[in-house]
């Protein structure tokens, strides 16, 4: 049996620690698919989809899928067969706002969500305080992909 999971995310943009745990996953899995999803809760991103769907295209090789998707989570994961969520956790913080949504997902879908530590190197990067930091002016090296953080530098320049 191939063993299938989904690293869902807003992904706006992807940094390194996202990154650190799909290649985690991806040792764990046969099929990983990371999926750039709709959070309600952050309507107006910096990026397109598009634009994030291609930073991971180019992030990674083609053994990591890379789709998006504009509804509910699980609709996406019964309809591809896939049974397992990946997501990391930096803290508490994130437990306190991640636990609610595994334990949504599961009733609805009977989906389970494996949680992995994030590396203590990224445990202090996310998407929203990495961008901050570039757009005043700040040096967001080690924190996205290469290709990613000249993109995030370039946007907040225009
Ligand atoms: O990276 P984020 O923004 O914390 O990811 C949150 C995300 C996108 C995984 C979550 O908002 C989501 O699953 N959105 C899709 C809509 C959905 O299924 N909502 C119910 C979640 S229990």
Same mark, same amino acid.
């Given at each position: 049996?191939? +063993? ?14 996202? /990154? ?21 809760? @952050?309507?107006? %991103? ?10 991971? #295209?180019?992030?990674?090789?083609? #053994?990591?899928? /890379?789709?998006?998707?504009?509804? &509910?989570?699980?609709? *996406? ?7 397992? &969520? ?10 306190? *706002? ?7 997902? #599961?009733?609805?879908? %009977?989906?389970?969500?494996?949680? &992995? &530590? +994030?590396?203590? @190197? *990224? %445990? ?8 901050? /930091?570039?757009?005043?002016? %700040? ?15 370039? @946007? *907040?320049?225009?």
């Amino acid at each position: 049996m191939t +063993t299938k999971a989904v690293c869902p995310g807003s992904f706006d943009p992807i940094t390194l620690g996202h /990154v650190d745990i799909i290649n985690r996953a991806a040792v764990m899995f046969d099929e990983v698919t990371v999926l750039v999803t709709a959070n309600p809760d @952050k309507p107006s %991103g910096l990026f397109s989809v598009e634009e994030r769907v291609d930073f991971i #295209r180019e992030t990674f090789d083609s #053994r990591i899928k /890379v789709d998006w998707w504009s509804g &509910l989570l699980v609709d *996406y994961t019964t309809a591809h067969g896939i049974d397992t &969520l990946v997501k990391g956790l930096r803290s508490s913080l994130d437990y306190e *706002y991640e636990l609610p949504m595994a334990q949504m997902n #599961r009733r609805l879908s %009977g989906i389970d969500t494996i949680f &992995l &530590l +994030t590396d203590e @190197k *990224y %445990g202090y990067i996310s998407s929203s305080l990495c961008k901050q /930091v570039a757009k005043f002016g %700040g040096d967001v090296t080690g924190m996205f992909p290469e290709h990613v953080g000249r993109a995030v530098v370039e @946007k *907040y320049a225009q």
